[in-house]
Nanobody
Framework: QVHLVESGGGSVQSGGSLRLSCGVDRNIFDFNAMGWYRQAPGKQRELVASINVGGRTDYADSVQGRFSISRDNAQNTVALQMNTLKPEDTAIYYC?????????WGPGTQVTVTV
């Protein structure tokens, strides 16, 4: 069974930055992709950013140019650098690891952006 551990959430003022990290207890190349979803109160979970086994990255339009996802192969971790944060970025952020159509989720970490 795969386990994901997230860290780095918190509260920041609008325009600030946070960095999320997600560690997995397996070789990161076992997965087709890893990344982050988020869910704000009353809204559906949405994909924020992902990185596939080949290193290709994808971003939601709403975070393009502000967020950056990266991977540390030696540490089996994925990081999400979030800059120029906005109040609408407030959500619980969930790390995921995907093998084909099977997803494993982290417990989630709260990100709060205040005006």
């Amino acid at each position: 069974q795969v386990h994901l551990v997230e860290s780095g959430g918190g509260s920041v003022q609008s325009g600030g930055s946070l960095r999320l990290s997600c560690g997995v207890d397996r070789n990161i190349f076992d997965f087709n992709a890893m990344g982050w979803y988020r869910q704000a109160p009353g809204k559906q979970r949405e994909l924020v950013a992902s990185i596939n086994v080949g290193g290709r990255t994808d971003y939601a339009d709403s975070v393009q140019g502000r967020f950056s996802i990266s991977r540390d192969n030696a540490q089996n971790t994925v990081a999400l650098q979030m800059n120029t944060l906005k109040p609408e970025d407030t959500a619980i952020y969930y790390c995921f690891a995907r093998i084909l159509r099977s997803y494993t989720w982290g417990p989630g970490t709260q990100v709060t952006v205040t005006v």
